[in-house]
């Protein structure tokens, strides 16, 4: 079965700076990757997904993300944060029937 | 469209009672998903329904759980006897299955906080 791993538990960053989360998966076959975002006392919600042609994918809210076959990644990412991007991210990946989510990563932001 | 509606948002129990969560999913969706999220273990699918079909339990994690889905617009999640350490939040999510769970688009309800004393 597929695995995810987002290796940082916590991220904190200014406003206005720029956000990379990283995603890493584990999958024998071409995944269907995901970002979602969960914000307080929410459910998730889907920032982007990956699932053939271009590499560089762009989602809601200004973020976008990269999948590197040669690294199995999937890592988001946002040229400038606003407050408003306070919340949990979570990469999930999609095979063999299934989808696993990963154990999120919180970003908190400065002002 | 109202989204994926749970109810109830916040319910606090004694140990040993009986605790149903519902979900309402999205109408037209026929793939629906449970969900639970500590901190200690992140999100965990629980279950998951295709057109009220139950097609994988595996993460149900006793017989102290089920689940029912006894029609397209609704479904439960018990817990009989429930016990402090399902103290989680459990979400329901639903998709509309174009190509299957690895690439179908969850949409997440609010979820349902739960503690058990």
Same mark, same amino acid.
């Given at each position: 079965?597929?695995?995810?791993?987002?290796?940082?538990?916590?991220?904190?960053?200014?406003?206005?700076?720029?956000?990379?989360?990283?995603?890493?998966?584990?999958?024998?076959?071409?995944?269907?990757?995901?970002?979602?975002?969960?914000?307080?006392?929410?459910?998730?919600?889907?920032?982007?997904?990956?699932?053939?042609?271009?590499?560089?994918?762009?989602?809601?809210?200004?973020?976008?993300?990269?999948?590197?076959?040669?690294?199995?990644?999937?890592?988001?990412?946002?040229?400038?944060?606003?407050?408003?991007?306070?919340?949990?991210?979570?990469?999930?990946?999609?095979?063999?029937?299934?989808?696993?989510?990963?154990?999120?990563?919180?970003?908190?932001?400065?002002? | 469209?109202?989204?994926?509606?749970?109810?109830?948002?916040?319910?606090?129990?004694?140990?040993?009672?009986?605790?149903?969560?519902?979900?309402?999913?999205?109408?037209?969706?026929?793939?629906?998903?449970?969900?639970?999220?500590?901190?200690?273990?992140?999100?965990?699918?629980?279950?998951?329904?295709?057109?009220?079909?139950?097609?994988?339990?595996?993460?149900?994690? +006793?017989? =102290?759980? @089920? /689940?029912?889905?006894?029609? %397209? &617009?609704?479904?439960?999640?018990?817990?009989?006897?429930? +016990?402090? =350490?399902? @103290? /989680?939040?459990?979400?329901? %999510? &639903?998709?509309?299955?174009?190509?299957?769970?690895?690439?179908?688009?969850?949409?997440?309800?609010?979820?349902?906080?739960?503690?058990?004393?």
């Amino acid at each position: 079965a597929q695995s995810v791993t987002q290796p940082d538990i916590h991220i904190t960053v200014s406003e206005g700076a720029s956000l990379e989360l990283r995603c890493n998966y584990s999958y024998g076959a071409t995944p269907y990757l995901f970002w979602y975002v969960q914000s307080p006392g929410q459910g998730l919600q889907l920032l982007l997904k990956y699932f053939s042609g271009d590499t560089l994918v762009q989602g809601i809210k200004g973020f976008e993300a990269e999948f590197k076959r040669s690294q199995s990644s999937f890592n988001l990412r946002k040229p400038s944060v606003h407050w408003s991007d306070a919340a949990e991210y979570f990469c999930a990946v999609g095979g063999n029937n299934d989808m696993r989510f990963g154990a999120g990563t919180r970003l908190t932001v400065k002002p | 469209d109202a989204g994926v509606i749970q109810s109830p948002r916040h319910e606090v129990t004694e140990m040993g009672q009986e605790v149903t969560l519902r979900c309402k999913p999205i109408s037209g969706h026929n793939s629906l998903f449970w969900y639970r999220q500590t901190m200690m273990r992140g999100l965990e699918l629980l279950i998951y329904f295709n057109n009220n079909v139950p097609i994988d339990d595996s993460g149900m994690p +006793e017989d =102290r759980f @089920s /689940a029912k889905m006894p029609n %397209a &617009s609704f479904s439960t999640l018990k817990i009989q006897p429930s +016990e402090p =350490r399902d @103290s /989680a939040v459990y979400f329901c %999510a &639903s998709s509309h299955p174009q190509r299957g769970i690895s690439t179908d688009t969850q949409y997440f309800g609010p979820g349902t906080r739960l503690t058990v004393l």
